[in-house]
């Protein structure tokens, strides 16, 4: 599960609340072990997105670095070609 979440720091344009958000869900799915919360956790389940959501907006709005922004389309070349790497695929394309 945590593979799906990606670094949000230091892009432009910043990372979108619905990145940070997708991002807290796949962390609360893998520290509670489930990806669908029963109705009696549902609650809970929500409250922790929030709290993490909340907090990594925290963290990505006080970091500060020197590198210049990182590029959406380069990054996600890149994780293509290291995909097409380690799984054997031939012939890969961008899409």
Known sequence: MCRNIRVLHNFEPPATEDEIEAAAIQYVRKV???TRPSTANEEAFDEAVRAVTA???TLL???VTKAPPRDREV???KARARAAERYGVRG???G
């Open 61 to 63: 709005d006080s970091l």
């Open 75 to 77: 990054e996600a070349a």
């Open 92 to 94: 890969a394309t961008a």
């Open 55 to 57: 907090a990594t907006r």
């Open 32 to 34: 509670s072990g489930s």
